[in-house]
């Protein structure tokens, strides 16, 4: 009795005597293959859907800045962030006490600036973060905006 090539299934003659075990056997031989065939085929089909799906959660970058006072600051994060949330170490994001309204940090999403009184207070800019510093003090009012005052520690969180 011949076999085939790939799967060594029973290739009768004319003068084999042919038993139910061998197709038994071969049946089983198809029955692997086809399973491992069918298999590979959901495989392939889960790898082209996982390829299709939307990149990975953002990663979530930390890190603190110390205020050096000046009205325009660029923050380097080497990359432009989907969105950057600032507080000061003291806990403030914005304080209207006492007559005053100052901007401390807040969330900044690409175009949609912190904004306290028609006055940018921070910005997500390409490659980092756009801070202000903006005073204003009269006799009836103090305005500010300010993620950058000199000597004021910053914590962010940006999402990559």
Same mark, same amino acid.
């Given at each position: 009795?011949?076999?085939?090539?790939?799967?060594?299934?029973?290739?009768?003659? &004319?003068?084999?005597? /042919?038993?139910?075990?061998?197709?038994?056997?071969?049946?089983?031989?198809?029955?692997?293959?086809?399973?491992?065939?069918?298999?590979?085929?959901?495989?392939? &089909?889960?790898?082209?859907?996982?390829?299709?799906?939307?990149?990975?959660? +953002?990663? /979530?970058?930390?890190?603190?800045?110390?205020?050096?006072?000046?009205?325009?600051?660029?923050?380097?994060?080497?990359?432009?962030?989907? &969105?950057?949330?600032?507080?000061?170490?003291?806990?403030?994001?914005?304080?209207?006490?006492?007559?005053?309204?100052?901007?401390?940090?807040?969330?900044?999403?690409?175009?949609? +600036?912190?904004? &306290?009184?028609?006055?940018?207070?921070?910005?997500?800019?390409?490659?980092?973060?756009?801070?202000?510093?903006?005073?204003?003090?009269?006799?009836?009012?103090?305005?500010?905006?300010?993620?950058?005052?000199?000597?004021?520690?910053?914590?962010?969180?940006?999402?990559?």
């Amino acid at each position: 009795m011949n076999r085939t090539t790939n799967y060594n299934l029973n290739q009768w003659e &004319a003068d084999d005597k /042919i038993q139910r075990t061998d197709f038994n056997a071969d049946n089983a031989k198809i029955d692997a293959a086809l399973a491992g065939k069918a298999e590979q085929s959901a495989l392939s &089909a889960l790898t082209q859907t996982v390829a299709g799906l939307p990149p990975q959660i +953002p990663a /979530i970058i930390t890190g603190s800045y110390t205020g050096d006072g000046r009205a325009e600051r660029f923050l380097n994060l080497g990359f432009t962030p989907k &969105a950057v949330f600032i507080i000061t170490s003291y806990g403030a994001v914005f304080d209207s006490s006492n007559g005053s309204n100052t901007c401390h940090g807040g969330l900044a999403l690409p175009g949609l +600036p912190v904004v &306290a009184g028609g006055y940018t207070c921070l910005e997500v800019k390409t490659g980092g973060v756009g801070l202000h510093h903006w005073y204003e003090h009269t006799s009836t009012f103090t305005r500010s905006y300010s993620t950058n005052t000199e000597k004021t520690v910053y914590y962010y969180i940006a999402l990559k």
